[in-house]
């Protein structure tokens, strides 16, 4: 190999932190060097093959975990490293038609992956359609009716910068406005307990006063068709001043409303259109099935018919040794067969990054 500098493994962990501890001794920050190889030796039709497929399991589950992607409810399958497991795995079995029906198995569970997903949103979808979008609609076009009363109830009921309107609490009329906002102080002050409690009247609205325990405040709440809370602060004129501006903002309500409304219409548009959308990838995915079911078809063929042929009576021996053996061995001659594969993959020695490369040798 020269002055390349390389490690060599020559039989299968168990569990894949074993093979990464391996080449941990060489793939490490601090290496000088700008490359190593790693070279895994393998031997066809041996129990290398299971060896490779257990580690290639064990990695997709660990590289689920470890990955820092968002969580999510489904996942990549197959990540670079379970691949290159994957790959060796191919390369024992000798025959290239495994390796093309491993590929196939991992496109194809991918794609059902996506398939699932395409499905379970377009359910999500269908339910939105079927209850949650009506529903919603119907709330908000109830919301702007009854924002348009109260507004009604407000237009009605004007407030003149220079003449107090009035306050009515517990039955008592207050005609200016600073003893109506000492008058709603003293209300806070007497409430029993944290529970909304009726007051009076103001500009047409019924007028409330409760304690918020989330927000820790007191708050007077207008009512008519919908409520409207208000914080009580600790000036009296404030105080009316914040009623005030709570009546006459429904204008901006009304045209929030309306957005909110306009919103939703515009998203049962779009879910109607997904809905109506195929899974985009249905027709590779029923090519590739197609193609996989006929390669587990050929493959089961060839499986049997190998366990045929082994269950044929075989070529008497002496000593151990078959008739073919002994004719090579009268002639000089000896047949072997090597079923090694060589598989050496390049990567970067200090930031234990690489791709595997594979130098198949028989």
């Given at each position: 190999m020269g002055s390349e500098m390389c490690i060599r493994d020559r039989d299968v962990g168990w569990r894949p932190s074993d093979m990464t501890q391996r080449n941990g001794r060489i793939i490490r920050q601090g290496n000088q060097n700008k490359?190593?190889?790693v070279y895994n030796y393998v031997t066809e039709s041996t129990?290398?093959?299971y060896l490779y497929q257990t580690l290639e399991n064990k990695q997709k589950f660990?590289?689920?975990i470890m990955t820092s992607k968002s969580p999510m409810r489904s996942c990549d399958d197959i990540d670079e490293q379970a691949l290159s497991y994957a790959e060796i795995k191919a390369l024992c079995a000798g025959d290239p038609r495994i390796r093309e029906k491993m590929d196939l198995d991992v496109q194809v569970a991918k794609l059902k992956v996506l398939r699932g997903d395409f499905q379970n949103q377009k359910y999500r979808l269908e339910d939105k359609?079927?209850?949650t979008f009506p529903?919603?609609?119907q709330k908000q076009k109830t919301r702007i009716a009854a924002?348009?009363?109260d507004s009604q109830i407000a237009a009605a009921h004007p407030q003149d910068k220079e003449n107090f309107c009035?306050?009515?609490i517990k039955g008592m009329v207050y005609d200016d406005k600073k003893a109506a906002g000492e008058r709603l102080l003293l209300a806070r002050q007497e409430m029993p307990n944290a529970d909304m409690m009726l007051l009076g009247t103001y500009r047409g609205f019924e007028l409330n006063i409760r304690f918020d325990s989330f927000k820790n405040e007191h708050q007077a709440v207008l009512r008519a068709e919908l409520s409207y809370p208000v914080s009580l602060g600790d000036d009296a004129r404030g105080n009316i001043t914040r009623l005030d501006n709570a009546i006459d903002n429904f204008a901006d309500r009304i045209a929030d409303a309306e957005n909110a409304l306009q919103n939703l219409e515009q998203q049962k548009q779009a879910a109607e259109v997904e809905v109506a959308k195929p899974f985009a990838q249905e027709e590779e995915l029923a090519e590739k099935s197609a193609r996989l079911a006929e390669l587990n078809a050929l493959l089961n063929i060839d499986r049997d018919r190998s366990s045929s042929q082994d269950a044929l009576p075989k070529e008497s021996s002496v000593s151990g040794v078959s008739q073919s053996q002994r004719r090579n061995a009268g002639t000089g001659s000896r047949t072997e067969k090597c079923g090694t594969v060589l598989c050496r993959r390049k990567a970067?020695?200090?930031n234990r990054t690489g791709a595997l490369m594979l130098d198949c040798r028989s």
């Open positions: 490359q190593v190889y129990f290398d093959a660990i590289s689920q359609l079927l209850k529903e919603e609609i924002l348009q009363q009035g306050m009515t970067d020695a200090r």
